[in-house]
């Protein structure tokens, strides 16, 4: 089973995917602060759906968002794909 990218052509194992959904493709987690806190919230392009959620407490300010900007769209990236791969199998499923 391949997953497909929901942003280009891409396509490969989930892991592949995932990988190049976090280093392709930064603008699909989207990384913003309310007050003290930072979120990252990722949106479905197909039905629309998002998902947001706040980013752990503790970590505060700008130098942590640079340095865990990855991880953040490493775990956006994840909850993102298995979305489409859940809720939209016949687009983002490939049988390779
Ligand atoms: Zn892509
Ligand atoms: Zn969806």
């Known amino acids: 089973m ?3 990218c929901p942003n280009c052509e891409f396509h490969g ?3 592949d995917t ?3 959904m976090v280093d392709a493709h930064e603008e699909l987690v989207e990384i913003s602060r309310s007050g003290s806190k930072n979120y990252y919230r990722v949106t479905c392009g197909v039905c629309g759906e998002s998902h947001q959620s706040p ?3 503790g970590y505060v300010g700008d130098s942590f968002l640079k340095e865990f900007n990855r991880e ?3 775990v956006g ?3 993102l794909l298995s979305h489409l791969l859940g809720a ?3 687009l983002y499923m490939l049988s390779s």
């Open 18 to 20: 995932h990988a190049h």
């Open 88 to 90: 939209h199998p016949e």
């Open 13 to 15: 194992s989930f892991m």
């Open 72 to 74: 953040i769209r490493v």
């Open 55 to 57: 980013i752990k407490p």
């Open 77 to 79: 990236c994840d909850m």
């Open 2 to 4: 391949d997953a497909k």
